[in-house]
């Protein structure tokens, strides 16, 4: 079956733009998760989604980072003014449900570079 | 609050030489512990998972993990690289309770010589 897909795969901006990153998770799958992923960095926690339930934004970095998740499936990242150090890839990852024995499964990234 | 630590941040190893990546975790309840693989320009890919039962499990491309309650540990292990395993591996520990819980380890970058 389909995986996670993530677009565009790769975005250049300018500072100080808007950008918007989408993730189509895997159908059926409740959970979904942002991360992102600086140059030969791991991997920073930004935001998650379960169901209905308020998503846990507690790693955005900044009032700038938002993110949304329409009809409990496609959620899309949206970054504001966008500065030099936003650049990194952006990971998806959905799962089956909240329980932590459920793996996550990845997307391929979208690539942020802001110049 | 759990927390995940992987000592080697690279290791670069011979072709066809075992390989060992470690990884320590602290959690002060049950925990599910997962290895991902990151090749390049591509995201994760789960290698293995500890769920419950045999300590031992064995995943994709040869890799095994043992899990050691009494160290907190979740080694990764493969008795003969190839240069295709070349990438970034990271441990993973998660546990039910409410919310986010999942954490990533920093990552280990293992490059396989030839």
């Known amino acids: 079956g389909a995986g996670v897909s993530q677009s565009p795969s790769n975005k250049v901006t300018e500072k100080g733009k808007d950008v918007e990153l989408r993730c189509d998770p895997i159908s059926g799958h409740t959970a979904l998760y942002w991360y992102r992923q600086s140059l030969g960095q791991g991997l920073e926690f930004l935001i998650y989604f379960q169901g209905n339930s308020a998503p846990d934004k507690s790693g955005l970095p900044s009032d700038r980072f938002s993110a949304e998740r329409t009809g409990g499936s496609v959620s899309t990242l949206t970054i504001q003014r966008t500065q030099q150090e936003d650049s990194a890839v952006y990971l998806c990852a959905s799962s089956l449900g909240a329980r932590g024995s459920y793996e996550q499964y990845f997307g391929p990234g979208t690539r942020l570079t802001v110049t | 609050a759990q927390s995940v630590t992987q000592l080697d941040s690279q290791v670069p190893v011979f072709e066809e030489a075992p390989v060992e990546l470690r990884c320590n975790y602290s959690?002060?309840?049950?925990?599910?512990l997962f290895w991902y693989v990151q090749y390049p320009n591509q995201g994760l890919q789960l290698l293995l998972k500890?769920?419950?039962?045999?300590?031992l499990v064995k995943g994709i491309n040869g890799f095994e993990a043992e899990f050691n309650k009494s160290q907190t540990s979740f080694h990764l292990r493969k008795p003969s690289v190839h240069i295709s395993d070349t990438a970034e591996y990271f441990c993973?520990?998660?546990?039910?309770?409410?919310?986010?819980?999942?954490?990533f380890g920093p990552g280990t970058r293992l490059s396989v010589l030839p």
């Open positions: 500890y769920l419950s039962g045999s300590t």
């Open positions: 993973a520990v998660s546990d039910d309770n409410y919310g986010q819980n999942f954490v």
């Open positions: 959690s002060s309840v049950s925990v599910y």
